[in-house]
């Protein structure tokens, strides 16, 4: 799951108060976050994951390995939460890694502030690009605290309806303050739902590949299956990563 949005957003800022951890730097200078940071939330890493996406180790780190038992968070186990750098400084290179991050997430929040939620850059670029992913997709304004609070419901109501011209009506907007922890419970709630509903999808996909499977091997019977050379096993690898649009091996 990826953390996306603004230099100075709170992307930083919601991943440390999603994780309870102090791992990701918050600067005042912008941007801050040049290189992806990403936390595993359970004991077993994801090595395979991080690697096929590119983060380096020095970048990773496994939740509970670094808190005392009893801090476990059993909703979100097996998230890999990224924080991403931002998308609109004038370093080229973090709006690549965004694009390339995006690309491969399975899930995103985007985080919006106050100033810039308007911005033609995050509608146009991302968001409505994203229009088919709405259900894998929160949005929250950070930055609350400094709304007037007379103003944070139109506000909230105003990013909803840049959301609907997006093709994005429907994703949850949540309301929250990083700095002060205010609304982080729910984003964490929504987070875990989305979580659940993906190992359910993946669970009903599994039984559905078991089940097929169980059709060809009765067509086909059990004969032994001819072997084939590691040089066209490699080449349907590849072909099957194309079809997938999977970065090469
Ligand atoms: N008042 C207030 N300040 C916040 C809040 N969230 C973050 N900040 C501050 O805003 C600044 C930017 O926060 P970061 O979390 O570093 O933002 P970022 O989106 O990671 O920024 P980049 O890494 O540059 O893309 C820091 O000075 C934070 O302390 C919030 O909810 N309220
Ligand atoms: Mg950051």
Redesign the pocket.
Known sequence: MALA??????????FNALTELEL?????R????SWATACVFGREGAEELLEWLGIPARHQVTRDSMLSTGKEDTALQGVVLL?L??HD?TEVTHHLEVDRLVRLADMFVW?LDPQKYADAAIHDRYLAPLASHKDVMLVVL?????VPEARREGMLDDVRRLLEADGLAGVPVLG?????GWGIPELRKQIAKRVAEKKATRSRLAADVRAAAERIQSASGTAPVPSMSRERVAALNDAFADAGACPPS
């Open positions: 949005g603004a230099t100075g957003s709170g992307k930083s800022s919601t990701s730097a918050v600067g005042v912008r941007p801050t976050t924080d750098p931002d400084s985080v950070n930055h609350l605290d400094t929250v303050s990083a700095r002060h």
